[in-house]
């Protein structure tokens, strides 16, 4: 049978230095078995759970209550005579030819100040693929007229284990937008309990709720990153101070990371089940706005296939009604470029440049920004001259639309001046970027997301030239902007924290880009998921500050895993899978690996030359790293013919006057 706290003097003196927690209303006994409480009320079992009938009639016969008013009005009535759990009154009755209390494997998880209706609609939706389980439900399970304090080692040790044998956790989340039982402590503490054991998590919104949350992302496909960017667990409240802090305690002392990494946790679950909500959803839907959404809605999380096929229905849906000026054409582009076709997303983009031609005419804003995607494609490309002259041709028409300081000037004239600097002109890039940034300040204010784009890619170009203070300047700028706009645990801030490591490691104070890499990572591991190649990047980063320090394993693990998440999400022939395999052949080469080193470096060399074709800068770069081993190695001959691949690229891709274009013909002059 169970254990009561009577039956363990022991254990519970060798812990009274210790204080004890008091959950309000209930408080889950030990492992297994039955034991029945009777007048004593001393103790309850987690081997009991509750027929879904019998939750049902519950249902029936008292509507329109949450959890806590049902205690009051009818199972604390119910139960005072015999002052025992609700279990423990009906445990002999039978409900819906079964019997009313059996083994319980599913544990019921919610917030007592929701609706008790909501329970049941969550209990119906897991009877669907696992009919006639027994629920353990606190409310049922437990003796309500007594309220059993356990010392703080018991919720570290034996809940956790219940946990582990009932198996399921059932997670109520209402409201589905703004989930109730994430901001109480102890509901919390059982989903951190789940995940730390291993059961398994059922997330589940009622149904009545579906329809809300199709309506929001049919309004906008920034719907379930709003509702992740505002989960903090280390704001969760309890009845009771003491519970909180004790709780707070548990987290602190068993998960590395604390409140952080449950927040990545939380969000990894929620997420999860949000998209797989958006693919069900997809399955039978036909409205093109709804699908266009939750393909952005994947897309946004890295599920770029997912986000393709709904993409590529969305098509099929516009070809066949013969829809106007949609924006799929743009879409496909991006979902492309994602993918790390560019042939493909610039055949995409200049399509949906020439319906907006055709449908809008040669004067319209929607035409300027057309032009300016296909723009971005070449400039992506390395044909920096071609995406130039669409950028000019997008000012030109916004100017003329809009005025010279509109801000949709400062979009053309910010894309004109991030283009100079891949061409290597620091200066003219800055005077752009500078204009475009006082037309944002003024037009937009100084706490856009435009205006800090701008002043990260002012940033940019002050670190290109060296400028490594004034850089810092503009990226913490950027980054203020963001956490401003955004909060603090968005993947856009994540982002910014990344780039302020980027620039702290150029700088050469490597502790300081850890510090940035580790918040960059793990926002964008609570955000977008650890299987997003943005997160990847971050860790391949933390890698490369690790190699800087001497810290060579750790470097080679984060390395390892950025490469393994690059190939589940973006595949081997992507330019972010060469920076991985190029990341690996530097740190071979540190090891003295040079066999590894060299077969990294052709890796990454190959996969350029795959995704991005032989003129383009990163190929370039990619012939530069392998003659560089081969000079370090005494193979002067073939560091002679890869110096001279790189040059010619280089010249090809940058021009001559460009600093990596001279920087490589002084090297190779030198040979």
């Keep these: 049978g169970g ?23 209930y408080a889950p006994a030990t492992n297994g078995g039955v034991a029945r409480t009777g007048k004593s009320g001393q103790a309850t079992s987690f081997g009991l759970g509750i027929h879904a009938s019998v939750l049902y009639s519950l249902g029936r016969d008292h509507p329109d209550l949450t959890t806590e008013q049902l205690c009051q009005k009818h199972v604390l009535p119910s139960t005072a005579a015999q002052q025992c759990s609700y279990i423990d009154l009906i445990r002999d009755q039978a409900s819906g030819g079964r019997p009313a209390v059996g083994h319980a494997s599913c544990f019921i998880s919610h917030a007592w100040r929701c609706k008790f209706e909501d329970v049941i609609d969550a209990v119906r939706q897991f009877e669907k693929k696992h009919p006639d389980t027994y629920y353990w439900f606190d409310l049922l399970a437990n003796n309500q007229h007594q309220a059993v304090a356990y010392p703080f080692e018991w919720w570290c040790t034996t809940f956790k284990e219940n946990i582990r044998s009932i198996g399921n956790v059932l997670l109520v989340m209402t409201p589905w937008d703004d989930p109730v039982p994430l901001k109480r402590a102890w509901c919390l503490f059982e989903i951190f309990s789940t995940i730390n054991v291993s059961a398994t998590m059922h997330v589940t919104i009622p149904d009545s709720q579906r329809a809300d949350f199709r309506r929001a992302v049919e309004r906008s496909f920034d719907t379930i990153m709003n509702v992740l960017v505002r989960i903090d667990a280390s704001k969760a409240d309890s009845s009771m101070v003491a519970d909180r802090d004790q709780i707070f305690r548990v987290v602190d002392s068993q998960i590395d990371g604390g409140f952080g990494e449950l927040n990545t946790l939380v969000k990894k679950h929620l997420r999860d089940w949000y998209l797989n909500l958006c693919v069900t959803l997809a399955e039978s839907e036909d409205s093109l706005k709804m699908i266009f959404n939750l393909a952005n809605s994947l897309q946004q999380f890295g599920e770029d296939d997912k986000a393709l096929t709904l993409l590529l229905k969305c098509l099929a849906i516009v070809e066949r009604d013969g829809t106007r000026n949609h924006p799929i054409f743009c879409s496909l582009g991006i979902a492309y470029e994602h993918k790390g076709d560019c042939v493909k997303a ?17 004067s319209h804003l929607d035409t300027a920004i057309a032009w300016s995607n296909v723009g971005a494609a070449h400039k992506k490309r390395g044909d920096f001259d071609k995406a130039l002259q669409c950028f000019e041709k997008s000012l030109s028409i916004s100017s003329a639309a809009k005025g010279p300081l509109d801000v949709s000037c400062a979009a053309a004239i910010q894309h004109i001046g991030s283009t100079y600097y891949f061409k290597g002109d620091f200066d003219q890039s800055l005077e752009y970027l500078e204009k475009a940034l006082a037309i944002q300040e003024k037009a937009v204010g100084e706490q856009h997301p435009s205006t800090g784009i701008t002043c990260n890619d002012i940033g940019v170009s002050y670190e290109k030239k060296g400028d490594y203070d004034n850089a810092i300047k503009y990226y913490s700028r950027s980054l203020a902007i963001k956490r401003a706009v955004f909060g603090d ?12 490591g980027m620039a702290a490691k150029l700088k050469g104070d490597y502790e300081k880009a850890l510090e940035y890499f580790t918040k960059s990572l793990e926002i964008k591991k609570a955000t977008m998921g650890e299987m997003h190649s943005s997160t990847a990047s971050t860790m391949q980063n933390l890698g490369s500050a690790l190699l800087q320090v001497g810290r060579q394993d750790e470097a080679m693990r984060h390395f390892q895993r950025a490469l393994d998440i690059n190939l589940a999400s973006v595949g081997e022939n992507h330019p972010a899978t060469a920076i991985s395999y190029n990341d690996f052949g530097i740190a071979y080469e540190r090891k003295g690996d040079i066999a590894k080193a060299e077969q990294s470096y052709k890796k990454s060399l190959d996969i350029q030359l795959r995704s991005l074709g032989e003129r383009h800068p990163e190929t370039a770069t990619a012939y530069a790293n392998l003659s560089g081993l081969y000079v370090r190695t005494d193979r002067a001959a073939l560091g002679k013919e890869y110096a001279t691949k790189s040059y010619e690229i280089t010249l090809r891709t940058l021009g001559p006057d460009h600093t990596t274009t001279q920087r490589r013909k002084v090297m190779l002059d030198r040979m």
Excluded: F, W
Excluded at 13 to 20: D, G, I, M, V
Excluded at 346 to 362: P, S, V
Excluded at 489 to 500: D, L, Q, R, S, V
């Design 346 to 362: 610039l055949e995409y983009y200049e399509k949906d440049l020439q319906i907006a031609r055709q449908e809008m005419g040669d």
């Design 3 to 25: 254990v009561c706290a009577k039956d363990a003097p022991e254990a519970a003196s060798a812990k009274s230095e210790l204080p004890e927690m008091a959950p309000p209303l």
């Design 489 to 500: 645990y968005h993947a856009e801030t994540g982002t910014g924290y990344n780039i302020m």
